[in-house]
C-alpha cells in the first residue's frame, strides 16, 4: 500500500470523522456540566469512574487504572483528583494491606453533585448526538454508538 491508497484515504477519513465527532460531543457536555455544575467533563469522569467502585477488596482501582479509565496521565489524574479532593469531592486514603498504595474514593458531597449532574451530561450527550446525526458524514457514526448498548440495557423508542 502507498500513501495514497484509497483504502488508507478513506481510513484516514473515517479517523478524521471519528475525532470530529468526540470533538463535538466532548465540547458540548463540557460547556453544559461547566454552567450547570461547575465541573469539568474530566472531573465528571473521575466522580463518575470512582462512583462505580464498591467498597471492600476489588472495590477500589489503583491510580494507574483510574488514569486510563479517564485518559489522563497519572500526573494529570493526581492533580485532578488533588483539586477535587480540596473541594470535598473526594477523599484519599493509604491501602490497609499495601502502605504503598493510595486509594481514592467519592465523599458524599461529590456522589450528591455526580447524581445532580448525571441527568445534564445524559442530556448534553444526546443533544450533540442528535445535532452530529445532522451530519451525514457523522451519522454512520452517531449510529454505530448510539448501537453501543451494554447487555441487556433497555433500547429506547427513538432507536
Not at 26 to 50: K, Q
Not at 61 to 90: F, I, Y
Not at 95 to 115: F, S, W
Request: glycine share 8%; net charge negative.
Amino acid at each position: 500500500m502507498t500513501a495514497t491508497d484509497p483504502a488508507l484515504t478513506a481510513l484516514a477519513q473515517g479517523w478524521c470523522a471519528l475525532s470530529l465527532l468526540h470533538g463535538r460531543i466532548e465540547a458540548h457536555i463540557e460547556r453544559a456540566l461547566e454552567s450547570g455544575h461547575g465541573l469539568s467533563l474530566r472531573e465528571y469522569s473521575l466522580l463518575n469512574v470512582l462512583g462505580r467502585q464498591h467498597a471492600g477488596p476489588g472495590g477500589h482501582l489503583q491510580m494507574k487504572q483510574v488514569a486510563d479509565a479517564v485518559v489522563l496521565s497519572q500526573s494529570a489524574t493526581t492533580r485532578l483528583v488533588s483539586r477535587l479532593e480540596d473541594r470535598g469531592l473526594l477523599t484519599r486514603y493509604i491501602c490497609a494491606t499495601d502502605r504503598r498504595g493510595i486509594y481514592t474514593d467519592v465523599t458524599d458531597a461529590g456522589r450528591a453533585l455526580l447524581e445532580e449532574a448525571r441527568p445534564t451530561n445524559d442530556a448534553a450527550l444526546r443533544e450533540a448526538l442528535d445535532k452530529a446525526a445532522e451530519d451525514p458524514e457523522l451519522a454512520p457514526l452517531v449510529r454505530a454508538v448510539e448501537a453501543l448498548r451494554a447487555p441487556g440495557a433497555p433500547v429506547s423508542a427513538e432507536a
